[in-house]
């Protein structure tokens, strides 16, 4: 399709089956989706299999494996199931993504607090070392975070992700904020709303990043890409690359295309 790179997950230790059905709703209208999955997946033992089945490293491309934490390990134990993750998906990553900003698993955005996101970067952080050592391979973590932040929590997640070492940052994941899609057919489900809507705050907060970390910085910039210039703001907001999901099931294929262009085309 003209991808640069693709990331997969988020995984989790153990297979889960997610929210009960119905759990995605689409707002054509807005190009927007909501969604309230839940990390359903195999668990980690299938996903690894999965990548390795797929031949996709091999062939000289780019992978991201993303993890996450179960639902039902409590909010406190959390960091055991991103080590176990990331032990897991270390030798099959190009980078890996730790992924605490997802609405639809619950408490899971608590993670990009203060204290919270300090013990688990750092325990991140110091099992990478160690996974380094015993790989001979220092894999890059990025940290994947809200679009639901104001200017003041972006700073110290900025701070944090310095101060452990973190390689980069992906913003944003979906929005709780319904504002831009009120009154609209299933505008009131509850998850993470993605698409067009989010654009916006997403942008906001890559700038409010952008600030904070200064150039250098890796940003991987995502959410409510469907066009061309869409994408353009993201990287004259500070993003360094950009993902798309919902704008892929709205747009199709060519969007990727139109993207790689405006891309290539850029003074
Ligand atoms: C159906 C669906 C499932 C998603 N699942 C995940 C996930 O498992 N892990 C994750 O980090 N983000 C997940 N996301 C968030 C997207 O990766 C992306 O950050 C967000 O949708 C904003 O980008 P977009 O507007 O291009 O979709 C999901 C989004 C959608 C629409």
Do not use: W
């Not at 889960?16 to 190009?31: T, V, W, Y």
């Not at 890996?96 to 919270?116: C, F, G, K, Y």
């Not at 709303?193 to 904070?212: D, F, K, T, Y």
Request: proline letters at 5%.
């Amino acid at each position: 399709m003209g991808f640069g790179f693709v990331e997969v997950g988020t995984v989790t230790p153990k297979a889960q089956p997610g929210n009960p059905k119905p759990r995605m709703f689409r707002l054509p209208e807005a190009d927007a989706l909501i969604n309230r999955l839940g990390f359903n997946n195999d668990g980690l033992d299938a996903f690894i299999a999965n990548v390795q089945r797929s031949r996709f490293r091999a062939q000289g491309r780019l992978l991201g494996l993303n993890i996450g934490k179960n639902a039902a390990t409590p909010i406190e134990r959390a960091t055991d199931d991103y080590l176990a993750c990331l032990d897991g998906v270390y030798p099959h990553a190009d980078y890996v993504t730790v992924n605490i900003s997802s609405p639809n698993t619950r408490n899971l955005r608590a993670l990009q607090s203060d204290e919270a996101l300090d013990a688990l970067l750092s325990a991140v952080a110091e099992r990478r070392e160690a996974l380094a050592a015993q790989h001979g391979r220092r894999v890059p973590l990025f940290v994947k975070i809200a679009p639901d932040l104001d200017a003041a929590q972006v700073d110290v997640i900025a701070a944090t992700l310095r101060r452990h070492g973190m390689d980069g940052v992906i913003a944003t994941n979906t929005t709780i904020v319904r504002d831009k899609v009120k009154g609209l057919r299933h505008a009131d489900e509850a998850g993470g709303l993605s698409g067009a809507p989010v654009l916006e705050a997403s942008n906001r907060v890559i700038a409010q990043l952008r600030a904070a970390l200064g150039a250098g910085y890796p940003i991987i910039g995502v959410g409510g890409i469907l066009s061309a210039d869409d994408a353009l703001s993201k990287l004259r907001a500070g993003a360094d690359v950009v993902q798309i999901y919902t704008g892929l099931i709205y747009r199709g294929p060519a969007l990727v295309n139109e993207v790689a262009r405006a891309f290539a085309r850029r003074p």
